[in-house]
């Protein structure tokens, strides 16, 4: 358990709403990672940050932005919710051990976007 | 860019078969390879790792090793269990920041 937590687990929404996640991490990492979770496509890389204000994007980062105002949340924010973004969202830390980068998981969101 | 191919699924097997997982790779430089699963209604566990070329990485009876002259990673088990059905990821990073996924394979395991 690398106390990763995601807000909210379910949630469902209309075209054209803004959405936005929360993933929530008490150990001080410093990379965290949003993917989204499709069939037949595993995960994809949306956004991560690398630090405080510091972020970079991913493989499919049209439509969502992040934010991390402090080291413990990573936020995603779905300006403008599109049916094709109906997906689940998955959380994610990155923790060196001897030298070696390894993401660990949060429990995901799953979100309908109607 | 990198990839990572795995056998299509689902895969069904019955109680103490033994197991195979196909996954192989394209990357330019010494990826690390991982295994994740994924257990209905979870998120991601990583099942294990291996960073170098002929590393071994093991856990609850799992087993891939890292074939750099294939481009491969299997993941094995010998006898599996009702309780290992799931579905298996294979993935790769260079240098840690970004992991490249397959696309999964479902396993059934049948008493």
């Known amino acids: 358990d690398a106390g990763i937590t995601q807000s909210p687990r379910h949630k469902v929404t209309e075209t054209g709403t803004p959405v936005t996640l929360r993933c929530h991490q008490t150990?001080?990492?410093?990379?965290m990672y949003w993917y989204r979770q499709d069939p037949g496509h595993g995960l994809r890389l949306i956004h991560y940050?690398?630090?405080?204000?510091?972020?970079d994007k991913g493989e499919v980062s049209d439509g969502y932005s992040v934010s991390r105002s402090k080291t413990e949340d990573f936020l995603l924010t779905l300006e403008s919710a599109t049916s094709s973004q109906t997906s689940v969202y998955f959380c994610a830390i990155s923790e060196s051990v001897s030298g070696q980068e390894t993401q660990y998981f949060g429990p995901g969101t799953r979100l309908l976007v109607l | 860019g990198d990839s990572v191919t795995q056998m299509e699924g689902p895969v069904t097997l019955s109680e103490e078969a033994f197991l195979t997982i196909n996954c192989t790779y394209t990357a330019t430089g010494y990826p690390s390879l991982f295994w994740y699963v994924q257990y209905p209604g979870e998120g991601l566990q990583l099942l294990l790792k291996?960073?170098?070329?002929?590393d071994k990485g093991s856990n609850k009876g799992f087993e891939a090793t890292y074939r750099k002259e294939t481009t491969s990673f299997h993941l094995e088990k010998g006898s599996v269990q009702v309780s290992d059905s799931a579905v298996y990821f294979c993935?790769?990073?260079?240098?840690?920041?970004?992991?490249?996924f397959g696309g999964g394979t479902r396993l059934m395991v049948k008493p």
């Open positions: 993935a790769l990073t260079q240098g840690g920041n970004m992991l490249t």
């Open positions: 940050s690398y630090g405080v204000k510091d972020t």
């Open positions: 150990e001080n990492h410093r990379y």
């Open positions: 291996a960073t170098k070329a002929d």
